[in-house]
């Protein structure tokens, strides 16, 4: 642990961090690598949806939506939990360097002092504007999502010392923008279809996303007395749950793709199959043996991919 007088200077509000731009540190804040990696979900669904490519329109507008809505949820969550993730990075010793995809530029800038609470409500309540502008042009019940999205972020915030249950929560945003996204491509999609959708993406929002990040915590957590799976039911039980909620993603993802008007040839099918195994169950898999922090980590960056990489194979299947 740092000397606490050095520790209250990294984190004191003020100058910026050497060798960041302002626009980088506002980037932090939205965490946009990872913001970018999750445009794939929706953009996913759509297509799926409808099986074919989206007029150009659609997809410009329902692109510069989602991104935007990303960036602004993400930034939410930072500017409703930065006296939370203050008190996390004097427990962690400051925000310091990582291999973890949340922390690529700098992890938690407004709470490092590094981005002012004006400019971080400015930046969210700017693309916020966007988001929610671009939602009501494609479907008025898209921005009507929007909204709920970032109603239930800042309840999943709040619920820090609450309950465990808030990962349920988490679950339910991260499949929002994939049914908006379907919803702003046809507005009345199958019922069947979108239940599960948000099932497969719920799943694996729970098994990759928000558990291996709770690990990542951990020991914070635990000085916080905050309520999180790995706090509350121990590693062992986390680890296991890790791997139950992800292999139920992989079945969805056969059922999704069933059901799906795209032709996804059993080929394709197959291809997507090994990427869920190689980037969601042998990483969860190696947690489950070793516990290690580290390993968390590599299970939560990969599973940042996924959707990713079934759209790649995806839009293979249409312009093949």
Known sequence: MKDSTLLNADLAPGPLAVGFSRVKLLLALSRTP????????????ALLWLGRLPPLGTMALGLLTVFAGYTAVYALNDLVDWRVDRDKLRLQGGPGADYYLDAVFLRHPLAAGKVSLPEGLLWTGAWALVAFLGAYCLNPACALIFLAGCLLETAYCLLLRVSHLRLLVAGVVKSLGAIAAVLAVDPRPSPRFLAVLF???FFWELGGQNIPADWHDLEQDRGLNAKTIPVVYGLEKARAMAMGFLGLSLVFSLVILHMSPARVSPFQQMLIFGEGI????????????SG??????TLFNRASYYPLAVLAVVLLSLVA
């Open 199 to 201: 099932l497969w993406l």
């Open 34 to 45: 990872h913001g970018l990696l999750d445009l794939a979900a929706p953009a996913l669904a």
């Open 292 to 297: 290690a922090r580290s390993q968390a980590a």
């Open 278 to 289: 190689y980037l969601l169950l042998l990483p969860a898999w190696g947690l489950l043996r």
